[in-house]
Every structure is written in C-alpha cells, then in structure tokens.
C-alpha cells in the first residue's frame, strides 16, 4: 500500500528505461538532494561536515568505484587504497607543477592517471580469476604505496613524505582547499564531484558496458563466445574503477584532510572500501552508498551508545568491542545476505506493496 | 512442413577433414560435412560421439589439429570465437550459459552488444546518442521476447526461471544477434513434449521467417527426424554417415551404433 507501481503506466521505452521509473522514487530523490544541498550545509555542524559528511561521500565514490569493478564486472580487487593514492599524489603533482590548473582539472586529472595505472594493473586479470586476481592487486596495492614512499619526486622532497595541498579557488576567489576553505564549500563541492558521478556509474551500469560486465561476472565463457572482448571489458572496469578511486583519492588529500602521507591509503583502506560494498551491496550504485554509511556511522554509534545508556565502559574496552561487531556484521552479511543492505531495502519496499495487508 | 517452398542456397560453411585430440584422446576423427545456406543441418550421435566438440570447432572454442573451415568462401584452418561471432555465428548450450544475476530483458539485450556502438564516454552522459541506440535495440528485443512468447517474464532475473523457460531466453539471447548460421546445443534436452513441441515450433519459424541456418544437436530422434533437411552421424570422434533423413534412418552402421551389435 505504501510503496507501490501499481497506477504507473509506462507507454515508451524510453520511460522504461528511466532511472526511477516509479514517481515515489523520483520524488524521494529530491527530497534526498534537497536535504543534501540545502538542510545539510545550512544546519550541519563543523563535526557533521567535516568529520562524518566529507569522508562519507569521498568512501562512497571509492566504493562506487570498487563496485563497478567487483560486484559488476566480477573481478575481486584489493588495490583500491593504492588507486586512491594515485590519484592523491597526481593531483599533489598536478597542482604543483601547473599552479594555475583548475581544481575541477587537477581533480579530474588525477583521476585519469590514477585510471592509466588502474588498466596497467588490470591487465594480468585476463590470466587469473577470483582469489588469485586479490592477490595480484594486492601486490599493486603494496607497490605503490611503496613507490610514493620511496621516490621523493611525488612528494616534491618533503623530508616527512607527506604532502599538503595548495591553497585553490573555484568561481574566482571561493576557496576550498588550503586553511582558509570553508567547511561548506569543501562539502559542497565534494557533493557536486559524487553526485555527478553516481549519475555517470548507473548510466554506464544500466547501457550495454554495464550489461558487458556484469555477462562477464556471471559467466565469462559464455560472454566470450556471444562476441564481447574479454581483455577489454575487463581493462574497461579497471579504467572507470581506478578513475572513481583516483578521484576519491585527490579529494580526500585536498578536501578531507588537507595534507596525507601514503600510509593513509595502505592496505586497511581497501579493505575498508571492500568492507563497505560487501555490507552495501555487491552490483548496486545505491550498495555503495549505504555501505560508507554504515561504516563510517557504525563506529561512531558505538562510541557514543555506552554514554547515552548510561553504560561505564573503558574506552580500549569500546575500541575491541567495535572491531568485534565489526568482524561478526560482516561474517552475518556474508552469510545471510550477500547483496547487502540494498537487497534488504528492495525486499522492504516489496514488503511495502502489500502492507497492511496479507495479499 | 512443405519443402518445396524453402529455399535453401548454396553450401555457406563447409568442414574439411577435421581433426581434434586433447593429448592422446582423439575427439573428432577426419570429419567433413557442409552446411548450406537456410538449411537445417542435424548433427546425431551417442553421447561422447563429438557433436558438441564439433560446434565448438565451428564457432572458434576449440581450434582443431588438422583440417579445414570454409565459412562463406573463406578457407582458414581455425576459427576464432570473438570473429566467429562478429561474422554471424551464435549458439545455445547444453548446459544453461545464461547471466543468472540480469533480467530476461537484459540478457536478451546483451546478445546484441556487437550491434552497439556507442562508446563508454556516450554511455556515462547516456541522454543523446546512447539512449537512442539503446531504445532502437530494445524495440528489436521486445520482436525477439514477442516471437518467443516470453512478454511475461521479461523483468524476471533468469535465475528464477524454469528450465523449459531458461532454454528459451537463451534462444532469445542467440537470436538478438541475428546470426546467420544458429548452433543449437541440445535444445530439447530434458524437456516434456508439449515443451520439445513449442521449441520445434520456434526452431521451424525462426528457420523459415528469418532464413536463418541452423546446425542442431538432438537426442530425440523423432524431432531430428522430422526437422532435419541433412543428418550428420558420429560415434566415438568418427564420421559413420551424412545424408537426408530417411537415408540415416535406414543406414545399418548407425542402426548397429544406435542400438549396440554383437561382434
């Protein structure tokens, strides 16, 4: 009775094909963007914006990217933090050595490199499948963290290795990186950057690239012989994986924290992303959302709960407790559901059809 | 089925003396049939006989040893599976291959990707160029998902399928690409008979309204009988005989093949 199709007449394909085919959907959108960009920045805390907000959004577009990579195309990978640490340092290169490049350049940028390096490392996935691949781009993992840590080029020889962004400007004279941003534009900008490219992953997953790769994922020889390149599609959801990774990665070093060594995106970052599409949902855009959600939100609902109960629990006792349930959710995801929350939403909205009623 | 107003052509793909081992086990033993055009072309055998290795020949899975393939008057010694399906050669399974996580709809969609050009960057920005081509498609898909009865089922993941109604998506999915020449892997198998009726029914019509070759694996022989134009026999990687149906039928090496002889 809540949620329901029933009423909604589709006469074209062209209105089948839409995104949000049911008027529910679409009007729950904007209210989403609504509250987005407007309630969010205009009664957001500094703690809201910039402690859960900015990294929530820069985790959802690294697991949006890790999503198009392995819960559509099928191809396990633990690389994700070396992806993002492409990106990060191109686009400390970028900007140091052309300062007058735009931010919306240098970001973007950043990202085709990190897509450049995304396709080399792709390329053994021809060879090798599943636990295997993991290992290989754990290794790519490993290399380039390694790499930015070892040459001093990409850290213009700063003795600590660490890297700060310079101070850019968007219209003009807006900041939004440096010590004068402002959180809100940070936020906004940000938002701008992940809104437009959730836009362009569900379009690539629901065209034909998006229905290649997830032929491939289901079943690869089949694919094959039906005519879709193998080497390509795959190299294809590398590339676009690698790019959303590599974007998140420069925004994270210029927007989130301002200033990053490499170990910021070491192994545990990418488990952490991997984490993130498995409780969210394997081979969905919205997955990946409500999956930086959870992981983001969960600790900091763990840390909390014990004060608002009324509950006296050393804090080294909170920080166990939360790799324990951390650890458990996510044996239960794999176990129960393993298309995550999102296949819980859609199963709640089927319920929706029906409730109150039985049938 | 009146014969007389079938055209069928000239011989679009012929098999020269084909030869397939995997190290010591000899799979196909100097075959050679051809196949014309708008026929139906029946390959029959017991199991293990090759028939399946033999469409793999065909369509570039399996690269044989020895021999030759002429495809439209182009002599090559082996085929490659993604220039196989390119230049107009599709196929079903033995065994169900279709993308159990997508749609009917999606999976029908996807036989059609060689006919889609749009490049990753029309389909990330998808309004313009992308969405008309991907609405024309689908307009020939729903021809497909119309002609093969399956309307109902087309939001359906194929995984929830039936059997009966799995083999007819994968015929669909072949279809999409509007092959010229259609190898059909056993499409009957473990079917009822109103089930094997409805897909003799698509078989003839998709031979007969598209003009569409077909090459086809059957275990029944009433059905192979009945649609064939030509029937190949193999036992064991060797060629026992190659003819119109009522001349197989009454071949005494494939009745001792079919039905066992003392030695």
Sequence with gaps: ?359 | MDMNERKIGDVILALDNISLSFGAMKVLDDISFDVRQGEIRSIIGPNGAGKSSMLNVINGFYHPQEGSITFRGEKRKEMDVHKAAASGIARTFQNIALFKGMSTLDNIMTGRNLKMKCNIFQQGWYWGKAQKEEIEHRQKVEEIIDFLEIQNIRKTPVGRLPYGFQKRVELGRALAAEPDILLLDEPMAGMNVEEKEDMSRFILDINDEFGTTIILIEHDMGVVMDLSDRVVVLDYGLQLADGPPDEVRSNQTVIDAYLGVSH
């Design chain 1, 1 to 359: 009775m809540i949620y329901r199709e029933a009423g909604v007449y589709k006469t074209t394909y062209r209105a089948d094909h839409a995104i949000f085919t049911i008027p529910q959907d679409r009007w729950s959108m904007i209210g989403i963007f609504a509250i987005a960009f407007l309630l969010i920045p205009a009664v957001g805390s500094e703690y809201w914006l910039g402690a859960i907000m900015l990294p929530f959004l820069i985790l959802a577009l690294a697991a949006l990217g890790l999503n198009i990579l392995t819960g559509y195309c099928g191809q396990l990978s633990l690389g994700t933090g070396g992806f993002m640490a492409t990106g990060a340092f191109s686009a400390y290169k970028l900007a140091t050595s052309f300062p007058d490049m735009h931010i919306v350049l240098v970001i973007f940028g950043a990202g085709l490199i990190a897509a450049a390096v995304g396709i080399l490392f792709g390329i053994p996935s021809l060879r090798i499948k599943g636990f295997y691949l993991a290992v290989a781009t754990l290794a790519s993992q490993f290399f380039l963290i390694w790499m930015f840590d070892k040459f001093g080029w990409f850290t213009n020889y700063s003795a600590s290795g660490v890297i700060s962004a310079p101070p850019m400007t968007i219209f003009g004279d807006v900041f939004i990186t440096g010590p004068e941003a402002s959180l809100v534009a940070k936020y906004m900008f940000t938002l701008s950057v992940v809104v437009l490219l959730a836009l362009v992953a569900k379009n690539l997953v629901r065209s034909n690239i998006g229905r290649e790769w997830r032929a491939v994922r289901d079943m690869d020889i089949a694919a094959e012989i039906i005519g879709i390149p193998m080497l390509r599609t795959k190299l294809k959801a590398f590339a676009v994986s690698s790019f959303f990774c590599g974007v998140a990665g420069a925004l994270w070093a210029f927007l989130y924290t301002g200033s990053v060594e490499p170990l910021a995106f070491d192994v545990n970052r990418s488990f952490q992303v991997l984490f993130m599409i498995i409780i969210g949902g394997l081979g969905s855009i919205m997955g990946a959302f409500l999956g930086a959600a959870f992981i983001i939100l969960l600790p900091i609902l763990l840390n909390n709960l014990p004060t608002m109960l009324g509950l006296n629990i050393r804090t080294d006792m909170i920080s166990h407790m939360e790799y324990m349930i951390f650890g458990a959710l996510i044996v239960f995801f794999l176990i129960v559901e393993p298309h995550g929350l999102a296949r819980l939403w859609s199963l709640l909205k089927e319920k929706l059809r029906l409730w109150p009623f039985p049938h």
